[in-house]
């Protein structure tokens, strides 16, 4: 049963190093969070994730851990953290931080203890195999680094060894299996990374590649689902009240895995990709269902996403985003009114929905190099624009020295800009947060139901006693449909009902109860 607090909860997901810098160095820090709270709170968001913050070389912008119980001395200082912490709580605030479970940075002293060549208790914390020449058949490894005669694992970059959680299956004499000693420390030493920071004061975890413990594992990930229905007990024990949201995409395996919630990621091809990623690569026909007059259809999302909502609606929440730091910003073929209607349809949607940080103005996606690990991504995780000042708003200090640089366009979409106007996207989010807090029926748990998804006709769905109706194309559309004495009680564009009829006007969506 996912934690109580979630029912209406809505995220805001924080970059660190490019939020708010509140000492002039160019990176975001935990200060510039607690200086902006009010203005998350003021959005309508009432819980943060904040990605990784802990020690780190960078390499992978922090999902490359060099020590899990200490804060990256360039957001500031654990204090500072556990102030964050209770600052956001006296605001009604709950605060996820991510949780690398799957990979240690190479500078960890869990890995350097590793590679020695004498046994210790930290030789089987990573996947090794037993000679200098054995390759890890079947996975990505690395040899000819350490005095240790061995090749080890890895996760994901060359920076990253995979930390042992043990095989499904061994058949190998290297591969421990997954209730080996050795394997279990490793659990039992990522829960103790959770309760360190769960006894600070945060309120539960993100977690990073979450489906990527157990090596071997079979498709139901059996290996890795058991561990974590493990730390399930242990925080249902410890910690009734922290909550978990997985990066995996596949909740019915997630949320039967213990997990409280499961991100609705964008993966190629897949049914969120549909909506507003529908291009696959940056030079494909776009079809995406809410770019206008693109011949996007919402069955194509739909198709997937129903299966999944009827199987797990008992079990834990999908979480749907309108972005991360690993996905093209929206506003990379989406204009701020179709994203107006993409967000109206992500906000109202059941589960827990997450905002990316900047998304609210319309932040574009950049074309920028390569930064710690980003690559494409990298155009994602720019500075956030406040105000029409220096480094708009961002930092104080010099331009060389930010992490990314700012929009430089002279119509960059900032906070300060979009709060005067009524009509802007920013305060269409605020309009559509406090209506999702107002109503019952459209917050985590409350019934879901397709009215209509006929191509040519609008999108109508139900959720609780709310009607929602929905164009994104610019031609008005039409549906046979007594809605009897519901009124109108939030609209983008125009919806009207006459005479059994319901017409929705070409990028309009509405609320009616």
Known sequence: ???????????????????????????GDFNGIIEKLDYIKDLGCNALWINPCFDSPFKDAGYDVRDYKKVAPRYGTNEDLYHLFDAAHQKGIRVLLDLVPGHTSEEHEWFRMSQKAEKNEYSNRYIWTNFCFEPAVGFPYIGGESERSGTYLLNFFKCQPALNYGFLKPDKPWKLSVDHPDAIATREAMKDVMRFWLRGGCDGFRVDMAASLVKGDDEQKSGTSAIWRDVRRMLDLEFPDAAMVSEWSNPPLALRAGYDMDFYLNHPGGGYSTLMRDYYNHDAEDHSYFKKDAGGSINRFLDEYLVWYEDTKDKGYIAPLTCNHDTLRPRYNLDPSELKLAYAFLFTLPGVPFLYYGDEIGMRYLDLPTKEGGYFRTGSRTPMQWNSSRNLGFSEGNEEDLYLPVDPAQDAPTVEAQEKDPSSLLNTVKELLALRHRYEDLQADGDFSVICSEPGRPFVYRRGDLLLALNPDSAAKELSLDTGDKKVLFRIGNVSTADGKLTVEGQSFAVLG
């Open 1 to 27: 049963m996912a934690a109580k607090w979630l029912k209406d909860a809505v995220f805001y997901e924080i970059y660190p190093q490019s939020f708010y810098d509140t000492n002039a160095d160019g990176i």
